[in-house]
């Protein structure tokens, strides 16, 4: 394991902060209200070791970026914003879900997206209020 320097603990603080995944920029600005000379470098450096650690986990979706996230201690699903992209996290109850698997097939993992508008972008949100797009 790599030694826990400020700018990793800043890193983890922010994704724990935020709630959700975040792309490297993300974690970069909001990481430099902790240590305001973090650099890129620095970030992917550290991201790279916190994944092969097991201590951040990479969120991939078709034309969006890599975003991190810390192992999930329930189920959840993700909803990714049609106007600002980004993605939150939604808890998932047993019940929500069925899935049924014809027969000779095995389950690895599951992923199910949630399309729509986040409460700052919906339709009559806080960035629709102020004229935001």
Known sequence: MERQTKQRQAILQVIREQGRP???DEILNYGRFHVPRLGMTTVYRSVRAMLREGVLLGVQYPGQPTRYEMPA?????????????????????????????PDGFVAKGQELIV???CPECRPGGKAADAGIS
């Open 22 to 24: 975040l792309t490297v």
């Open 73 to 101: 201690h329930s189920d959840h699903i993700h909803f990714i914003c049609n106007c600002c992209g980004k993605v939150h996290d939604l808890p998932l109850s047993q019940t929500e879900i069925s899935l049924q698997l």
């Open 115 to 117: 399309y729509g508008f």
